[in-house]
């Protein structure tokens, strides 16, 4: 699976996964499909590309409303939810995200906090979906909307457990009015301080947006 693009420059380092046909993807979710619509090679004007895709494919950030009836949609999501100072948390354990490891690191409100755990190293090296990827606890996600978090970043598809906690943990955080960026590669990225951007596209009460996300070091 290609995850992240090489165009790196000014210590800006891409963690945002690179669409391509076949990836994986939630498996109730659209299939992956980039296909051309108009193509220079077949004697057309120029390149147009057809895309089938679910909204919430490869990294992305949720609106409020894909869970909570009445949420913001991602077109009304503050810009500062996703640009901004960041922490990023490196995570030992391979089963789950738990209040445990989050607690010694003192979160405060309104801070943006990114998981590194296996999955940078491990999900991303497939196309198949992997069903037991490292996911927020719902214990975790209690813990975190508690604490006020304004921001909260995942490096795999989903911030709950397949077939295992996800309605739990998206009504924590969604309904707490904190922002979820899911499948972030961050296997490049040490633990600690960055700057991030990640903008989601604007779609008329999305329930999530596709994102380029990138940090730089602080």
Known sequence: MSVSSA??????IDVSLTIHTGMAHWPDNPGIKIEPSLCLAHGDVCNVSKLTLGSHTGTHVDGLNHFIKGGLGIDKMPLDATIGKARVIGIEDTESIKVAEIAPHNLQAGDRVLFKTVNSERCYQQDDFVEDFVYISTEAAEYLAERQ?????VDYLSVGGYQGNVVEVHHALLGSGIWVIEGLNLS???????????LPIKIQDGDAGLARAILKPL
């Open 7 to 12: 165009n790196n420059s000014s210590d800006w």
């Open 149 to 153: 978090v304004r921001t909260v970043g």
């Open 188 to 198: 490049a990225i040490a633990p600690g301080e960055y700057e991030l951007i990640c």
